[in-house]
């Protein structure tokens, strides 16, 4: 019988493990919601890692900084 594994998601800025502040926002819902913590993030993007053990790993990539010049 196969048995349902509900997993907990993380979401990766840099080495930082960051909790899931609501599992019924979607990724992009959290980048948003963690935008006020982390100014980078503010153009930012989500990519989803995988899993590691029983943790779904999503990562928090901030924007690339082009300086003029």
Do not use: W
Request: proline content about 10%.
């Amino acid at each position: 019988m196969a048995t349902i594994t509900t997993l907990t998601r993380v979401f990766r800025l840099g080495a930082t493990d960051l909790p899931d502040p609501d599992p019924d926002l979607t990724p992009e819902q959290v980048l948003e919601a963690y935008k006020e913590q982390y100014p980078s993030l503010r153009y930012g993007k989500v990519q989803e890692v995988g899993i590691e053990a029983d943790t779904l790993v999503y990562q928090l990539v901030p924007a690339e900084l082009h300086p003029n010049g």
